[in-house]
DNA sequence: GCTGAAAGCATCTCGAC
DNA sequence: GTCGAGATGCTTTCAGC
């Protein structure tokens, strides 16, 4: 049960858009068991949505970058992630251990865009940045061992 | 034409289950617009495909690190993310500009699975590891602006 | 590139076990 | 927790513009 719903898992994760039909002949599980079991763990929040995967270059953000950030004022309340929410080129904040204090990862269309970009999120969250430019991806975004 | 592509792929990336019929009253299309508009988008790649998102710590990986990679011997071949591949709880492999060589995004259950982790890292492809361990993480994975 | 219609399938809800 | 069946609704293709 715990196993099938692995699977269950594991096959969405590789086809979001997989119909109830096939999940149900990969599981060897009936349609209507299947379906309940998908409804089950997104109620649990096992998992939390569907989305679209998109390619980043071909969407007009070829450039990826991490960007760590550490407060200019240490003694300032740390309120950086709802000041830097507005920035849609952040995709990802992290709190982190370590001498700084968030790990940003970022997409931008060029280094102009993120030359601005560094200068909004220091006004924005009144931190210091240090930059890391990513020259390839291997891959990433892949799915978890379950 | 190029509005209402952006338009359909923010739809899926919210909803990766959206229906056709949902995006064509969303979009104003007609159903059979919306389909061939994203048959076009998959086949050109811009998107990729479709997945779950999971929650991590609710399928016992509730850990998550940053480990930065460096080669002990930097005069031999760089094969690293091949000899890393087989090592699921990496999540992401970016070959980035500065001191360091990748940027390893790395899933576990516990610090001893992350020590285990490390071990492998190291012995696989030969390098120096350091980790940067997240504390929590205000949001991820969000949707690239179109 | 868009539309509308039609055939084939998939989804989702039942009642029953 | 599972099943099968049925009504509803979705997907996919095609001819026509």
């Given amino acids: 049960m715990e196993e099938i719903d692995r699977q269950i898992m594991g096959?969405?994760?590789?086809?979001g858009r997989m119909s109830f039909t096939d999940l149900?002949?990969?599981?060897?599980?009936?349609?209507?068991a299947v379906h309940q079991r998908v409804r089950r763990l997104q109620k649990r929040g096992v998992i939390k949505g569907f989305t679209a995967v998109l390619d980043h270059e071909r969407i007009g953000l070829p450039m990826t970058a991490f960007v760590s950030i550490k407060p200019i004022d240490p003694a300032a309340p740390d309120d950086a992630p709802e000041r830097l929410a507005h920035l849609s080129a952040i995709e990802a904040c992290h709190s982190v251990a370590g001498d700084e204090s968030y790990i940003l990862k970022v997409r931008v269309g060029s280094p102009n865009e993120l030359e601005e970009l560094l200068q909004k999120i220091r006004a924005a969250a009144n931190v210091s940045t240090r930059t890391t430019v990513v020259?390839?991806?291997?891959?990433?975004?892949?799915?978890?061992?379950l």
Same sequence: chains 1, 2.
Avoid: F, I, N, Y
């Avoid at 096959?11 to 086809?15: R, S």
């Avoid at 020259?135 to 061992?145: A, F, K």
């Fill in 11 to 15: 096959l969405l994760a590789d086809d």
């Fill in 24 to 32: 149900a002949k990969q599981t060897g599980l009936s349609v209507s």
């Fill in 135 to 145: 020259l390839s991806t291997p891959w990433e975004g892949r799915r978890p061992p």
